[in-house]
């Protein structure tokens, strides 16, 4: 589909490009060269690969036809590309046509003896290393929260090519404290900026939160197996509380958080839910603190799942 975050599709057309879906593909690579992780004469025996915008994406593949029994040993052009640390690209289609879903580093290697040997390789994307670096007492003095988020980033420059970030206002914040890991970090950036942060292949991303037209549509009995889809109840109002930086007057903004038009109101008088927020110094600012919060809060009510 070339750019998952970008490219819209239609299904007619992706069964043409990907010849009807009726041989999957799939292609592993490992180091900064990017070999190819057959290329020694290694099988894949399984490849699952896990997305996610809420926690590290995982690759966790196994691979066979790797093992000499007479030396007994497992063979070494192979292996020494299976370090602990090294880059890992897979790529997923069909038949020919192949599209890169997953970068990160290899997290952890395991050999297996039963029947056959074998290795299995678990990856993690950049999220997981910034899960791991917690930094106590650190004071960041930058003027916007995509600025602070750009500099967060900065160790972790090998597991991404480019980073995504629409700016924030400038002298939306003095300087911010930090006592918690990069990742919590820049999710509270992503929070205080009105942005959503997370993480596609080698991109990252930091960017306007806006609803998005679909980047495909399924059609159950047709593209999809099977498909679920829940509703949780929701009625409630978003006040976000803030103040003026010269006058230090309150400033506050509300927005409506319902399921759909058609719920009925539990509560008499209404749920609220405050927050403060020291970024929204205008009433502008608190609008769009209170419209993002309201929309993530609303996200969170409806889900639903497909199997193609």
Known sequence: MGSLMN????????????????APAARIRVGESGRDVTAGGAGIDSLTVSLSVDVPASAVFSLVNIYDAERRSFTGSVMDQLYLGNTVRVELGYGSSLERVFTGFIYSVNTEFGEVAS???TALDVRRVMDSAVRRGVVWRYTTYSDIFKQVMEPYRKLYSRIVADSTPVRAVDLMMQNESDLAFARRLAMEGNREFFVHDDVVYFRRKARRSPAVTLTWGKDLISFSRESIYADETVAVLGLQKDSREAVTAQAMVKTDASVRQVAVGGLIRSVASPASDTREKAAEKAACLAEELRRKKQSGQGVC
């Open 7 to 22: 490219e819209r599709s239609q299904m007619d057309s992706l069964y043409a490009r990907y010849q009807g879906f009726l």
């Open 119 to 121: 290795v299995t390789v």
